[in-house]
């Protein structure tokens, strides 16, 4: 009888204990996010059970014993007991950064939403307490309070994963096509191979700075993401300009016979196309990289080397810098194509109504070879591009459909496919 009296007193005794440490697991502060809450172990406590904290009085019921700290992404990590009171909620707070300027970012926040609450800026998210801190910054002569936020860690997609793959399988058949080119003087004399050659450059070296920062899991420095990002904006500016000229050199020489002209006469007209194909990038690189740093509002800066290696999509200043000027070129390249699709099929028409010679017969076979290339060379480079800008402009979410996937790989085996062709 004894021996079950003692068992029963255990077992009673175990349950006691497990309730009182359920009572602390799971009654935290009701309607209290940890964010709003203090240590009070070094506090004054009172007779009433209330807690001096700073000047401010915490009742009991604002109280409670906590076993976790929660950090800036929400993440719990476990600590010893100790009794935090939310003081939050009786006055105004906000927390103030411990290493000012180290592995923080500037949050640029719009303004105050509601219960210290903060709008960031360039991606319209709200920061509760939790995820920011204060800090004195120097701003003319004189200090002002900052807010600053942790890093955010963003995990690669798997398409982000899958376009990388098929980038890094198709840039050696850009080069190769590169030195193709390069090495046969048949293909290297011909002005619109030279133009091609640039064009294919451009898009390898561009598309060399993107495999580089996708495949790196740590991320760059802001200066080398600045020069990395900035690389690639220019290089993929020079693809889109060379298209152009591709396309432009071809329109001409559907309406004007190139093929007699002297070689000194070829030179000059390649050395316009490289100063317009060359030169425009570079000053709207210049402006784009000065404007990233001057004092404009965030919203109409590019973002890179500030929270990416590349633009800012998220927001509509990459149409002003990348998306805007390259779409007017995708349509000025569809309507020099059809105005030569147009040209071709109207002589092709006449010559047959003319002459049946051998030689017109000859002239039609190389138009219609010149009209197939112009065709491939526009599907493979121009609308794989179009589709590219399609997925911007209906934002994030319509990107993430199966049929853009297959666009975004189409468009990073660019290479691949040229090659083949």
Request: charged share 15%; hydrophobic share 40%.
């Amino acid at each position: 009888m004894m021996i079950k009296l003692h068992v029963h007193t255990f077992f009673l005794l175990y349950i006691v204990i497990y309730l009182m440490n359920s009572h602390y697991v799971l009654s935290n502060i009701p309607n209290c996010p940890f964010g709003d809450t203090v240590e009070l172990t070094d506090a004054h406590r009172l007779d009433n059970g209330s807690y001096r904290y700073e000047g401010v009085l915490v009742p009991p019921h604002l109280i409670d014993h906590y076993d976790y700290i929660e950090l800036y992404n929400g993440e719990q990590h476990d600590v010893p007991w100790h009794l935090r009171g939310c003081v939050c909620q009786i006055k105004n707070c906000f927390k103030l950064c411990c290493t000012p300027g180290k592995a923080l970012y500037n949050t640029n926040p719009m303004g105050n939403c509601e219960n210290g609450t903060l709008l960031r800026e360039y991606d319209k998210a709200k920061l509760t307490r939790r995820d920011y801190c204060m800090t004195a910054i120097s701003i003319n002569e004189t200090f002002q309070l900052q807010p600053y936020n942790c890093p955010i860690i963003e995990t690669t997609s798997s398409t982000v994963k899958v376009n990388t793959t098929v980038m890094l399988i198709s840039l050696p058949f850009l080069f190769l096509t590169i030195l193709t080119y390069w090495a046969i003087p048949e293909l290297y004399n011909i002005l619109h191979n030279k133009c091609l050659i640039c064009y294919l450059f451009s898009l390898a070296i561009a598309n060399t700075m993107i495999i580089s920062v996708n495949m790196r899991a740590d991320g760059y420095k802001t200066v080398t993401c600045t020069i990395i990002g900035s690389v690639a904006y220019f290089f993929y500016l020079g693809a889109f300009f060379w298209l152009n000229v591709i396309c432009f050199d071809i329109w001409v020489a559907f309406c004007r016979d190139l093929k007699n002209l002297p070689q000194n006469s070829k030179c000059k007209i390649f050395l316009k196309y490289s100063l317009y194909a060359w030169g425009l990038p570079t000053c709207m690189t210049v402006v784009t990289i000065a404007l990233q740093f001057s004092n404009i509002p965030n919203q109409f800066k590019s973002g890179i080397g500030y929270s990416h290696c590349w633009l800012q999509i998220e927001g509509w200043s990459a149409m002003m810098y990348f998306h805007g000027p390259c779409l007017l070129l995708i349509t000025i390249n569809t309507i020099m194509f059809c105005l030569s699709v147009r040209k071709i099929y109207s002589d092709r028409k006449q010559f047959r109504d003319i002459s049946r010679s051998a030689d017109s017969a000859r002239y039609l076979k190389s138009q219609e070879h010149s009209v197939w290339l112009f065709f491939r060379l526009f599907v493979v480079m121009g609308v794989s591009w179009i589709l590219e800008m399609i997925g911007y402009l209906l934002g994030r979410e319509q990107n993430d459909s199966l049929f853009f996937k297959v666009a975004d790989g189409f468009n990073a085996s660019q290479g691949l496919i040229i090659f083949c062709l």
